[in-house]
């Protein structure tokens, strides 16, 4: 049986499923889900305007969610790390079975 985390773990995970739970922050990580990516191709991808989705990679980034490289005056931004990518397979294997 698998025992239960300590609340500070519980409140880490509640916090980052629920940012990652924003339609938007959604497609911003799926837009970098095969690579990094500067904001103005995210902005391409996800259809959203480009202050909207500056800040929803400061929240993302802010919980750890996605990692930057700064070249030059560009910011590129990735998955956090493997974790990520998991989370956003799990979520969307389990609401294909929804279907």
């Known amino acids: ?10 409140d880490l995970m509640e916090n980052m499923l629920n940012i ?5 922050r959604l497609k911003i990580l799926y837009s970098i889900l095969e690579g990094e990516k500067c904001v103005s191709d995210i902005v391409s991808e996800v259809g959203a305007s480009q202050s909207l989705v500056s800040h929803q990679l400061k929240v993302l980034r802010k919980a750890n969610l996605v990692s930057t490289r700064k070249e030059g ?3 590129f931004y990735s998955l956090a790390d493997e974790h990520v990518n998991k989370l956003i397979e799990v979520v969307e294997e389990h609401a294909k079975e929804e279907l």
């Open 20 to 24: 990652a739970s924003d339609f938007t």
């Open 73 to 75: 005056t560009k910011v």
């Open 1 to 10: 049986m698998c025992s239960i985390p300590d609340d500070h773990v519980l």
